[in-house]
């Protein structure tokens, strides 16, 4: 079937396991840019008038409506003091917190300049995705270690936020992947602070903040980072590729995953939030002791009956 808005054109059958992974054995990808077939229009490249965005490795990106935007990444450091010097031998690259905004309506660039105790850290290998015009920001890696915070920015205000979430979040993580299906934003995969990788898929609720992880099927994928995830039209959630065995001492990943496996997202159901159970409270009584609602009231006597009161 045609998946019109990637630029490829996917065959796939359709077998799917509720909440969990089914390995795809017969797909045929084709690349769509290539051909006129598979109701692809060709649509040439266009520059946009302005061109204001740092040089970025591993930055995220989102699509609202009209506008694309990208956070954080990580990049050659910009010293404005220093002008670039082309015999310079090495670059000091840094992480970033920039945030940028492509408008496809005006073709232009907008750098925002957010300065807000919300803001997340400088951080590269998150992941960000887009719900009702929100970009959600969840782990990566800054100078320090890898991150397990969650932060939303709202596109049209341009403001930041901190998500109120309930429940049990993944584990600090870079390099995982994230798709938002409706309400629902899945993260799955990433690498831990130990540079072990995982192949859990972890779901949060949007709309109540509650995480959870779906029951797992028959298939389970290995674990990975950098997969790619991609929602077919059928609400069916594609995975593929990603890395895994990192090497230290290379400083990247021995094997890389080549399999393709779907998940169908329509048994995910939303997260009802337990209501906080309220804690008892203290009232003065009328004799100036005080008393706990809610607490059964123990009779207490001034002496037992076997006590005997000895005077000298």
Same mark, same amino acid.
Request: hydrophobic content about 35%; overall charge negative; aromatic content about 8%.
């Given at each position: 079937?045609?998946?019109?808005?990637?630029?490829?054109?996917?065959?796939?059958?359709?077998?799917?396991?509720?909440?969990? /992974?089914?390995?795809? @054995?017969?797909?045929?990808?084709? +690349?769509?840019?290539? #051909?006129?077939?598979?109701? *692809? $229009?060709?649509?040439?490249?266009?520059?946009?008038?302005?061109?204001?965005?740092?040089?970025?490795?591993?930055?995220?990106?989102?699509?609202?409506?009209?506008?694309?935007?990208?956070?954080?990444?990580?990049?050659?450091?910009?010293?404005?003091?220093?002008?670039?010097?082309?015999?310079?031998?090495?670059?000091?690259?840094?992480?970033?917190?920039?945030?940028?905004? /492509?408008?496809?309506? @005006?073709?232009?660039?907008?750098? +925002?300049?957010?300065? #807000?105790?919300?803001?997340? *850290? $400088?951080?590269?290998?998150?992941?960000?995705?887009?719900?009702?015009?929100?970009?959600?920001?969840?782990?990566?890696?800054?100078?320090?270690?890898?991150?397990?915070?969650?932060?939303?920015?709202?596109?049209?205000?341009?403001?930041?936020?901190?998500?109120?979430?309930?429940?049990?979040?993944?584990?600090?993580?870079?390099?995982?992947?994230?798709?938002?299906?409706?309400?629902?934003?899945?993260?799955?995969?990433?690498?831990?602070?130990?540079?072990?990788?995982?192949?859990?898929?972890?779901?949060?609720?949007?709309?109540?903040?509650?995480?959870?992880?779906?029951?797992?099927?028959?298939?389970?994928?290995?674990?990975?980072?950098?997969?790619?995830?991609?929602?077919?039209?059928?609400?069916?959630?594609?995975?593929?590729?990603?890395?895994?065995?990192?090497?230290?001492?290379?400083?990247?990943?021995?094997?890389?995953?080549?399999?393709?496996?779907?998940?169908?997202?329509?048994?995910?159901?939303?997260?009802?939030?337990?209501?906080?159970?309220?804690?008892?409270?203290?009232?003065?009584?009328?004799?100036?002791?005080?008393?706990?609602?809610?607490?059964?009231?123990?009779?207490?006597?001034?002496?037992?009956?076997?006590?005997?009161?000895?005077?000298?």
């Amino acid at each position: 079937r045609s998946c019109p808005f990637s630029g490829i054109c996917v065959k796939y059958p359709n077998i799917v396991t509720p909440a969990g /992974f089914t390995v795809e @054995t017969s797909k045929e990808v084709q +690349l769509a840019s290539d #051909s006129s077939e598979g109701g *692809v $229009a060709k649509r040439p490249w266009i520059l946009p008038k302005n061109r204001n965005v740092l040089p970025l490795l591993i930055f995220k990106a989102v699509v609202s409506t009209q506008s694309t935007g990208i956070f954080g990444g990580f990049g050659p450091a910009q010293d404005e003091d220093d002008e670039e010097e082309e015999e310079e031998e090495a670059c000091n690259f840094t992480w970033f917190k920039d945030v940028f905004i /492509f408008d496809t309506g @005006t073709n232009a660039w907008e750098a +925002l300049d957010i300065e #807000s105790v919300s803001a997340p *850290v $400088a951080r590269a290998a998150h992941s960000a995705t887009c719900y009702q015009g929100k970009m959600i920001v969840f782990g990566g890696k800054d100078s320090k270690a890898r991150n397990q915070d969650l932060h939303v920015l709202d596109m049209a205000k341009k403001e930041w936020k901190r998500f109120e979430d309930a429940g049990s979040r993944p584990a600090p993580t870079s390099f995982h992947t994230a798709v938002q299906y409706k309400q629902f934003m899945l993260v799955y995969g990433g690498r831990f602070n130990d540079n072990t990788h995982s192949n859990q898929l972890n779901v949060l609720d949007c709309e109540s903040g509650g995480w959870y992880s779906p029951v797992e099927g028959t298939v389970v994928p290995p674990a990975r980072g950098q997969a790619t995830l991609t929602l077919l039209p059928n609400d069916t959630l594609l995975m593929f590729g990603g890395s895994d065995k990192f090497d230290p001492l290379q400083q990247c990943c021995q094997v890389f995953h080549k399999q393709a496996y779907t998940m169908d997202c329509t048994p995910l159901q939303p997260v009802e939030i337990p209501e906080p159970v309220p804690e008892p409270m203290a009232e003065e009584s009328k004799g100036g002791e005080t008393e706990i609602q809610g607490v059964p009231e123990i009779p207490i006597s001034s002496q037992s009956e076997n006590s005997q009161i000895s005077e000298d």
